[in-house]
């Protein structure tokens, strides 16, 4: 994997203990679940209660506790590939939990939401996998999704990450819509974010040259560690972004891409519509 349109992808369930500590104090983790707890509870508001809502690629469970607070009057599943995800995830929530993978899936009824924060760019063949998370989703059922932005951005944190990508709002409403999805809202975010990473990300590549033998475990370890008074900082002008964002306005630049795509139902062609003659 060495560009931000490709590679072998794939996530390193070690990485589980090292995210668990840093979640809930981490600024990036906290933005993030303010965005998505806001639009789960705009979503399923439209519902009547017993809808049901799907995270897939749930890992530790940290952004299924607020699924689980905004999706109150539903039935929430969380899925994981990863038993040791999934152990850390039963810790934070009390809802479902499903290891297995989406292809196959075998679940008695559709979902009316499917969540999928931050996953599909670990997959290889990511419009596979977004026509298999269609086959999943009821009728007129809703995908949120976040992936993170721009090619540029690319770095060893991307490697390290397991990603096989990173997302141009063009390419990704593109591969959308012809999985039969129709794209409602879609915009960058984390916007304050962008300069810290692209400036960040490129000293400690630099910094991983330097050092010899593999320094990628102790770059990410650097990488969700938080310095307090930034840290504190980074957080308010999050929260104030995903109140900017819950009205649905858009923002012109960010490291990350915030998607929601209702499924399309296909119609029946005039054809099919026809009885045959008798």
């Keep these: 994997m060495t560009n931000g349109n490709g590679g072998n992808g794939g996530y390193d369930p070690s990485h589980f203990h090292d995210l ?100 599909l760019e670990h997959i290889p063949d990511d419009s596979r996998m977004l026509a298999d998370i269609w086959k999943l989703l009821d009728d007129g059922g809703v995908l ?47 916007a304050i974010v962008y300069p810290l990473i692209w400036l960040g990300r490129k000293l400690r590549s630099k910094k991983r040259k330097m050092q010899p033998g593999d320094a990628s475990r102790n770059l990410l370890q650097e990488e969700v560690q938080t310095i307090p008074i930034l840290n504190g900082i980074l957080s308010s002008v999050l929260s104030w972004e995903a109140k900017w964002l819950a009205k649905r306005r858009r923002l012109p630049f960010g490291a990350s891409l915030l998607v929601v795509a209702r499924k399309r139902v296909r119609k029946e062609s005039v054809c099919d519509a026809i009885p045959n003659p008798v």
């Design 20 to 119: 668990f500590l840093a979640e809930d104090r981490h600024f990036w983790f906290r933005g993030r679940n303010k965005v998505i707890s806001a639009f789960a509870k705009q979503l399923v508001s439209r519902l009547s209660p017993g809808y049901r809502v799907l995270e897939m690629g749930c890992g530790d469970g940290n952004v299924l506790r607020f699924l689980e607070d905004a999706c109150r009057n539903g039935t929430l599943i969380g899925m994981d590939l990863y038993i040791e995800g999934l152990r850390y995830a039963r810790t934070r929530s009390s809802c479902h939990l499903v290891q297995g993978d989406v292809r196959d899936a075998a679940f008695g009824q559709n979902f009316h939401l499917i969540g999928m924060f931050d996953v």
């Design 144 to 190: 949120l999704l976040t992936v993170p932005a721009h090619r540029r951005l690319w770095s060893y944190f991307d490697e390290v990450s397991g990603h096989c990508r990173r997302y141009e709002i063009a390419e990704l409403r593109s591969k959308l819509e012809q999985t039969a999805y129709d794209v409602e809202y879609l915009t960058e975010y984390m």
